[in-house]
T-cell receptor, first 120, second 116 residues
């Protein structure tokens, strides 16, 4: 089945550091990637939708200058948390869908294993 | 707007017990419905899905039926195992006008603990 690889799986860094998280689709072309944030014991909150070759669409309340998203190719999207602070500590998860997997509302997204970000 | 509501957890069961996790939704039109499972420290895996009313999704002994009249998509399994211990998320994917958005809206998740 479709596989999405997310890297790194865990990051611990000092306050003020910028952190980049990569999301790769390994066996399909991901025309759309989604970035979620999950707080402990809480559901996933969609942060932004990333379409290859165009600017990401951010959900209300998500700072686009804080969470930079780049989707430069059909297999790679990156999320950069700029000048991270302790309140940015969270579990970040990406997912991907494509024309081949159907896209649209009736096809599942394929999820990465997540990145646990801890800011000291 | 669209939303998903799941039963509060955690749900604690003994092995081989019957499982039900309730999920209800609010949506315009005819969304697709999904159950995802998240094992500790991992991302989400699709468990099953249903795309129209009265569809039944099933996988690994789990089942859920798309009930439009009650706007529900309850997850059931006849006999749970310790390995089923995880967090289960109900989700919907809807439409905006005539376009498929592909966006998933998740319920809050229900933790299942199965004891031997």
């Amino acid at each position: 089945g479709a596989v999405v690889s997310q890297h790194p799986s865990r990051v611990i860094c000092k306050s003020g550091t910028s952190v980049k998280i990569e999301c790769r689709s390994l066996d399909f072309q991901a025309t759309t990637m989604f970035w979620y944030r999950q707080f402990p014991k809480k559901s996933l909150m969609l942060m932004a939708t990333s379409n290859e070759g165009s600017k990401a669409t951010y959900e209300q309340g998500v700072e686009k200058d804080k969470f930079l998203i780049n989707h430069a190719s059909l297999t790679l999207s990156t999320l950069t948390v700029t000048s991270a602070h302790p309140e940015d500590s969270s579990f970040y998860i990406c997912s991907a869908s494509s024309r081949l997997t159907g896209g649209g509302s009736n096809q599942p997204q394929h999820f990465g294993d997540g990145t646990r970000l801890s800011i000291l | 707007g669209n939303s998903v509501t799941q039963m509060e957890g955690p749900v604690t069961l003994s092995e081989e017990a019957f499982l039900t996790i309730n999920c209800t939704y609010t949506a315009t039109g005819y969304p697709s419905l999904f159950w995802y499972v998240q094992y500790p420290g991992e991302g989400l895996q699709l468990l099953l899905k249903a795309t129209k009313a009265d569809d039944k999704g099933s996988n690994k002994g789990f089942e859920a039926t798309y009930r439009k009249e009650t706007t529900s998509f309850h997850l059931e399994k006849g006999s749970v195992q310790v390995s089923d211990s995880a967090v289960y998320f109900c989700a919907l994917s809807g439409k905006s006008g005539s376009s498929n958005t592909g966006k998933l809206i998740f319920g809050q998740g229900t933790t299942l603990q199965v004891k031997p």
